[in-house]
């Protein structure tokens, strides 16, 4: 089994999910920062490129040329941020808005904790099949276990089983 299985096989506690925040969050900074980046340059050189592959011996295509190689290895370092986030088990869905997935287990049923750049901590959860749009609040999770266990004492966490 390769580290990469590992870490697909991995489950977080909401603990251990948070507690990975700090390292996630610098590495989904740089993802964000240069995928916004690479979007912006893509846009620009698909706009250039046109205009100036009309033009016999354009003078600026050693320029373009420079831009596409730039744009490739900008390429390969966003790949090796999103396998710096998969080796530590965690699930990048957005390079551009900094979105990712930690896979949990949660009632027994496999979900996952999403995050999203900006909130201060895993405050969301969705099952493996809803994505982003089917975030719901683990507040209101907390919330339905505290009345189904008759107290607010249990840790109703998320839990690698």
Not at 128 to 151: H, I, M, N, V, Y
Request: hydrophobic fraction near 30%; charged fraction near 35%; aromatic fraction near 6%.
């Amino acid at each position: 089994m390769t580290s990469q299985d590992t870490a697909r096989k991995k489950t977080f506690t909401l603990a251990e999910a948070n507690a990975a925040l700090p390292l996630v969050r610098a590495i989904v900074e740089d993802l964000r920062q240069l995928a916004n980046q690479v979007v912006q340059r893509r846009e620009r050189l698909a706009m250039l490129r046109p205009q100036r592959d009309r033009r016999p011996g354009d003078p600026y295509q050693e320029e373009l040329d420079q831009i596409q190689q730039e744009l490739e290895e900008d390429t390969r370092r966003l790949q090796g941020y999103v396998q710096e986030l998969r080796d530590l088990g965690v699930e990048p869905k957005s390079a551009t808005q900094g979105l990712v997935d930690f896979p949990a287990v949660l009632d027994g049923r496999p979900v996952f904790l999403c995050w999203k750049l900006g909130e201060p901590e895993i405050l969301y959860y969705h099952d493996r099949d809803a994505g982003f749009r089917g975030r719901r609040p683990l507040k209101e999770r907390r919330e339905q276990s505290s009345r189904r266990t008759g107290g607010p004492g249990e840790d109703p966490s998320p839990s690698a089983e």
